[in-house]
């Protein structure tokens, strides 16, 4: 099974601040590499697909990068509707493993 | 507007069974790819199953170990997940998703609580 790796598991940061959570798999993956946010008690949410590509209504501040095994997901300028917690998944193959999420707190 | 609406969970012994259901609305659900992704109690989220538009490709992770089968009725705009043999370590919410081209769950239900407990 292909392993995904978040970092960091948490961070702080405070409304305006540019945040950068990555994203590594164990083995190449092309750019088979979305991300979700999900906020507390709610399904999550499709922000990128395809390592870059940004889901439709997801606001622009949001942004994707990588390929092969190495991902980031930017968010240019934090806003309070930002707070959440964060996973990629890889759809490379199956099973389609996510990572162990990123919460992202209020500085 | 894309809808999808779970239901059948609740609580269960361990050893039970529980069938969850899917109900979509709001696209050509014989098109797409559906899955089912789980989350623990305050944990993170994990894969469960996915099944291909017609039925035909069919996938499920490795820690399931033949308990859990999914399908479809496509006439009918639902998918299924009959879980058996249940263990505590099922305990979780069980969404289902819509998955478009590339693999991106891109609509997901609001998700259905399993509990197995004695």
């Known amino acids: 099974d292909i392993q995904m790796t978040q970092s960091p598991s948490s961070l702080s940061a405070s409304v305006g601040d540019r945040v950068t959570i990555t994203c590594r798999a164990s083995q190449t993956i092309s750019n088979y590499l979305n991300w979700y946010q999900q906020k507390p008690g709610k399904a999550p949410n499709l922000l990128i697909y395809?390592?870059?590509s940004l889901q439709s209504g997801v606001p622009s501040r949001f942004s994707g990068s990588g390929s092969g095994t190495d991902f980031t997901l930017t968010i240019s300028s934090l806003q309070p509707e930002d707070f959440a917690t964060y996973y990629c998944?890889?759809?490379?193959?199956?099973?389609?493993?996510f990572g162990q999420g990123t919460k992202v707190e209020i500085k | 507007e894309v809808q999808l609406v779970e239901s059948g969970g609740g609580l269960v012994k361990p050893g039970g069974s529980l069938r969850l259901s899917c109900a979509a609305s709001?696209?050509?659900?014989?098109?797409?790819?559906m899955n089912w992704v789980r989350q623990a109690p305050g944990k993170g989220l994990e894969w469960v199953s996915s099944i291909s538009s017609s039925s035909r490709y069919i996938y499920y992770a490795d820690s399931l170990k033949g308990r859990f089968t999914i399908s479809r009725d496509n006439p009918k705009n639902s998918l299924s997940l009959q879980m058996n043999s249940l263990r505590a370590e099922d305990t979780a919410v069980y969404y289902c998703?819509?998955?478009?081209?590339?693999?991106?769950?891109?609509?997901w239900g609001q998700g259905t609580l399993v509990t197995v407990s004695s």
């Open positions: 998703a819509r998955l478009e081209e590339v693999g991106a769950s891109d609509y």
């Open positions: 709001g696209f050509t659900f014989r098109s797409y790819s």
């Open positions: 395809a390592a870059s």
């Open positions: 998944q890889q759809s490379y193959t199956t099973p389609r493993t």
